[in-house]
Structures are given as structure tokens and as C-alpha cells.
């Protein structure tokens, strides 16, 4: 039953659509590009690129702040891995048998 439904659904879709067709996707395309090309649209939008400029370098100081945390951290867990496994308390597994020929 709900996948006959999901199909009408679809069916009824595709029939809607294909009778707005292109002239509605142009109708709406047009609306769009007036919105875009709105003065107060513009502002917002030179606003915003104004203040991620201003922004970048203060974001980018902490990113790299950030990177290097976690590159410390990365390495205090690898010199931690290795001085638990040298100490014998790691899991040992026994050497891997040779390849046969």
C-alpha cells in the first residue's frame, strides 16, 4: 500500500511538473536574480565579505593554534605508545612465521 502511494505520488509529481515546465523554472529564476541583484541584498552581502575579511587572520591564528594542539597531542600518545610497548607491559604477539616458497 505505501509503495503504491509513494508511486501515484511520483506519478502526480512528474505530471505537475512537466505542465509548469520551463516556464516556471524561468519564473522563478527571475525572481531569484531580482532578489540577488536587490541594492539591499548587495549590502548584506558586502557586509558580510567585509567582515570575514576582517575576521580571516584572527580564524586563521587559532586554526593554527588548534593544528598544533592536536599535533602535541598526536605525539605524546606515539612517544606514550612507544615507552609502554619497549617497557614490556603492551601486548606481545609472537613473530610472524616466514613465507613459504
Known sequence: M?????IAGVAIGYVLGARDGRGRYEQIK???DSLWHDPRVQEKVHTASATVKEKAPEVQA???EAAG????AAMDKVSQHKDDSSSGSGTTYPPAPPPSN
Not at 594542539?69 to 602535541?72: E, P
Open 2 to 6: 505505501k509503495r503504491l502511494m509513494f
Open 30 to 32: 527571475s525572481q531569484a
Open 62 to 64: 587559532k586554526l593554527a
Open 69 to 72: 594542539q592536536a599535533k602535541d
